[in-house]
C-alpha cells in the first residue's frame, strides 16, 4: 500500500450495497474488507485512485457516528474512455447524473452517484487545458 496516496474515507449505513455497487456496477476492486471497512481501487494499477467505506456504528474507531449524507461530494476518477465507462455502468444498472460531455477544462466526463449519494465523476483528458498551458 501506498501511504502517500490519498483514502476519502465515506460513512456508510449500508456497507453491502456500497460494495456491490462498486464491484458489480462501477468496475472497482476490492483491496481490503473488514467487518465494518471497506476499500475499494479502480484499475489495475496500484496507484489508482482508492475509496474506503465504513459502517455508521456509535462504537467507530475513527469517532464519526454519522453516515455521509448523500450531498456535496464529488470525486473525480481518471479513466480510459468516459464515454465506453458510460456505456458500462448504464449496461450494469448504475445511476447516472449526466451523459458525457466535454468541459472546458479539457475532459470528457460524465456524473454517477453511488448508493451513499457520492458523485463519480468518471473522466479522461481530452486536450491540454489553457491554464496548464499558461502555467506550463
Same mark, same amino acid.
Given at each position: 500500500m501506498n501511504p502517500t496516496k490519498l483514502f476519502p474515507l465515506i460513512i456508510t449505513e449500508d456497507l453491502a450495497a456500497t460494495r456491490a455497487y462498486y464491484t458489480d456496477k462501477a468496475g472497482f476492486t476490492v483491496t481490503m474488507e473488514q467487518d465494518?471497512?471497506?476499500?475499494?481501487?479502480?484499475?489495475?494499477?496500484?496507484a489508482g485512485p482508492?475509496?474506503?467505506?465504513?459502517?455508521?456504528?456509535?462504537?467507530n474507531p475513527m469517532g464519526c457516528q454519522h453516515a455521509? @449524507?448523500? =450531498?456535496?461530494?464529488?470525486i473525480s476518477i481518471p479513466t480510459d474512455n468516459a464515454d465506453e465507462k &458510460?456505456?458500462?455502468?448504464?449496461?450494469?444498472?448504475?445511476?447516472?447524473?449526466?451523459?458525457?460531455?466535454?468541459?472546458?477544462? @479539457?475532459? =470528457?466526463s460524465f456524473a454517477a452517484t453511488d448508493p451513499n449519494g457520492v458523485i463519480l465523476d468518471? &473522466?479522461?483528458?481530452?486536450?491540454?487545458?489553457?491554464?496548464?498551458?499558461?502555467?506550463g
Open positions: 465494518q471497512y471497506l476499500q475499494v481501487r479502480y484499475g489495475s494499477d496500484e482508492e475509496l474506503a467505506f465504513w459502517t455508521r456504528s456509535d462504537d455521509f @449524507g448523500g =450531498r456535496g461530494l464529488v &458510460f456505456d458500462a455502468l448504464r449496461k450494469r444498472g448504475a445511476t447516472t447524473m449526466s451523459e458525457p460531455s466535454d468541459k472546458p477544462w @479539457g475532459w =470528457r468518471f &473522466f479522461h483528458v481530452t486536450a491540454q487545458s489553457a491554464v496548464a498551458d499558461a502555467t
